[in-house]
């Protein structure tokens, strides 16, 4: 008989994550629960009467429901491009060979750009003065300004995070793609099925895991985008390009309201969380009954 | 349905082949007859799948044409030869039901629903699956796909041919036994020209009415399963089909006489001496333990495989098998061999020599 010794030595082999995570994660997420029911004079904090007062100024803030919805159509926008566009690109892209090789390298170099570089690359491409976009825009007499025009500065960080982020949608989709055997092209050369069902009911269906992984990364990360638009726009003109990120920085930062700032981030996360849950709950379970 | 002719077939894979060594399929001529069933048998590399690559026109040959029906269909896409695959891994198509599956290659082709729906409840009945009609085709079990697959290549009534490539290689071994066995029904039902490529002898010999041996790109015999265990052709023959292989012993043969290390040994038939490498060939079935008379053996050890018994022995330096049946008691005494003389083949490198007179047959 083997009994089991008793060893609690492995409480330090658990000791590094745990220290790691509370100091990564769950320390600085109890400081905001902290701020976000209390008040705050020039770095004193006074207990509130009522301890949900921030979250409820929050939930009646017009502000708030504003930026949430530019958020949303931003995400919805950059989505309703990306995927389809990096599904087209992974399609046309070569499957081996040099050139397979040299378009993954041309692929993924946009995705090792710093965020601010890409605003900063942006910010001057797009300027009416000394940018070759703007200035080309300009000289063809397209009236463009993305600092004045509300439209165009939309189409601005639109087209800036296409640039940047359809690479990772082509990557995936392309590795997924890939991992197709052959013999699934030849049967359906064999049943005469044309380029269109080809996609329809074998590439999209062996595509399906990868393109789900990457609109939720997409999304997550267009959700909680920050540092390229601000680099851009700076949130302008105006308020139109304000998105939600960039609006809980000026209200914590810009005004010093850390008490209704941090209750407005933990709402701001449960929503990214509750949107990750549900779309991966609904995709998992269209997965498994078959579509 | 349809007869398809090789003519002067060859394939290699590099752009400018020199010598015989850079083809993969060397030189072939063939018909395969409409409605018969072929297996395919080889070892890995041997260039059996390049072969049905070629005739399903997923590869063009390097040299050579292909007739279907005398159609030269040489340079002609898969699409246009209307032939059927299925293939080593099922290929199904995944978020679609059973019925679907089955009705794609119809559908493809614009024919109308009344005819497709009649059609696949027809085809389902012959696979067996008409209960499964409304399933996704995912989550099936591999043997369900593979039927799937095979309905979807029988679906078309235009069907030139059904190839097989290796199809029973992800089936557990109790459906392989089902599944062989209701393809050679539907072969003997509907007749249609089946090739089945294979590395597996069972395989090949319980399906095939003819099996097609290949051996380093080239084609070394074409037979019934009987002609290829009674005469096989080369020596890869013989030492690939049946288990275990034939016995090949170097010798020296005169007349109707074979002589190994001096020993004589009778022979069915009168050879006019042959030139090169000259060896026997006789299958462990034909090789008799006996007290008394033929050449003497020393026993290795003895292997009991329930219906039979496979005897290992020294034969003047050679390792020899023999079959010895289950009831055969294997005594201290028996140290001696005797070899039908009617089933000793004579190889003169590697492929076989045929007798001057005709003796073997009466034997």
């Known amino acids: 008989m083997q009994t089991k010794t008793v060893n609690q030595k492995a409480w330090f082999l658990v000791l590094p994550v745990l220290v790691l995570v509370a100091f990564s994660a769950v320390i600085p997420l109890m400081t905001v629960v902290n701020y976000s029911i209390q008040d705050t004079f020039g ?28 958020q949303l159509m931003f995400s919805g926008i950059i989505l309703a491009i990306e995927v389809p566009l990096g599904v087209f690109v992974a399609l046309n892209m070569p499957k081996s060979g040099f050139w397979a090789s040299f378009c993954l390298v041309m692929m993924s170099l946009p995705l090792l750009i710093p965020w601010n570089v890409v605003g900063t690359i942006w910010q001057i491409f797009g300027r009416v003065d000394i940018g070759l976009l703007g200035n080309t825009l300009d000289a063809l007499g397209i009236d463009y300004n993305y600092t004045q025009d509300t439209f165009d500065a939309w189409v601005t960080i639109i087209v800036m995070d296409v640039w940047h982020w359809t690479s990772l949608v082509a990557l995936l989709a392309y590795a997924g793609l890939k991992s197709i055997p052959d013999a699934y092209y030849q049967a359906a050369e064999i049943d005469q099925a044309s380029r269109w069902k080809v996609f329809r009911y074998i590439e999209l269906p062996k595509m399906m895991g990868v393109l789900m992984i990457a609109i939720l990364l997409r999304f997550m990360d267009s959700f909680m985008i920050y540092t390229e638009p601000f680099v851009v726009t700076g949130g302008g003109p105006g ?18 309201d850390l008490g209704p700032a941090a209750a407005f981030s933990i709402m701001y996360f449960l929503v990214i969380l509750a949107i990750s849950w549900v779309f991966y709950t609904v995709m998992t379970n269209l997965d498994k009954r078959g579509m | 349905m349809a007869k398809i002719t090789l003519d002067n077939l060859a394939h290699s894979y590099l752009p400018n082949p020199q010598g015989e060594d850079d083809y993969a399929l060397k030189e072939l001529n063939h018909d395969w007859a409409d409605g018969q069933a072929y297996a395919l048998l080889g070892s890995s590399g041997c260039g059996k799948s390049t072969l049905l690559n070629i005739i399903s026109g997923l590869l063009h040959p390097s040299q050579g044409r292909i007739l279907f029906d005398d159609k030269d269909v040489t340079h002609a896409p898969t699409a246009e030869r209307n032939i059927a695959q299925v293939f080593q891994f099922p290929v199904v198509y995944d978020t679609m039901t059973v019925h679907d599956n089955l009705a794609f290659p119809l559908r493809n082709r614009g024919r109308d ?61 109790h459906m392989k036994w089902e599944l062989r066995t209701q393809l050679k029904k539907l072969h003997h039902d509907f007749g249609h020209t089946m090739i089945y490529v294979t590395h597996d002898q069972t395989e090949a010999l319980t399906f095939a009415d003819k099996v097609v041996v290949m051996y380093d790109g080239r084609v070394v015999q074409i037979g019934t399963p009987d002609e290829l265990f009674e005469r096989p052709a080369h020596t890869f023959v013989g030492y690939f089909i049946g288990s275990p292989g034939m016995n090949l012993l170097a010798a020296k043969v005169e007349g109707d006489r074979a002589y190994v290390d001096g020993k004589e040994i009778p022979l069915g038939g009168s050879y006019d001496t042959p030139r090169g490498k000259v060896e026997i060939g006789v299958r462990p079935e034909f090789v008799h333990l006996t007290a008394g008379e033929g050449l003497p053996v020393r026993i290795r050890r003895v292997e009991d495989v329930g219906r039979h018994k496979i005897v290992r022995a020294d034969f003047f330096g050679t390792e020899i098998n023999i079959i010895a049946d289950e009831g055969d008691a294997i005594g201290a005494d028996m140290t001696r061999v005797r070899f039908d003389p009617g089933h000793v083949n004579v190889y003169a490198d590697d492929w076989r020599v045929a007798p001057r007179t005709r003796q073997e047959e009466a034997a």
């Open chain 1, 43 to 70: 770095g004193e904090f006074f207990s509130l009467e009522d301890k949900l007062m921030w979250f409820r100024e929050m939930l009646e803030s017009q502000r708030m429901w504003d930026a949430l919805g530019r």
């Open chain 1, 239 to 256: 308020n139109a390009t304000t998105l939600l990120s960039i609006d809980l920085v000026k209200m914590a930062l810009g005004q010093f």
């Open chain 2, 113 to 173: 629903e009344s005819y497709v729906a009649e059609r696949v409840q027809e085809i389902a009945r012959m696979i067996g699956m008409e209960d499964m009609l409304k399933r996704k085709a995912r989550g099936l079990g591999a043997d369900a796909k593979q039927k799937i697959s095979l309905g979807r290549g029988m679906v078309r009534k235009d069907v030139n041919a059904l190839l097989f490539d290796e199809p029973l290689t992800v089936i557990d071994p």
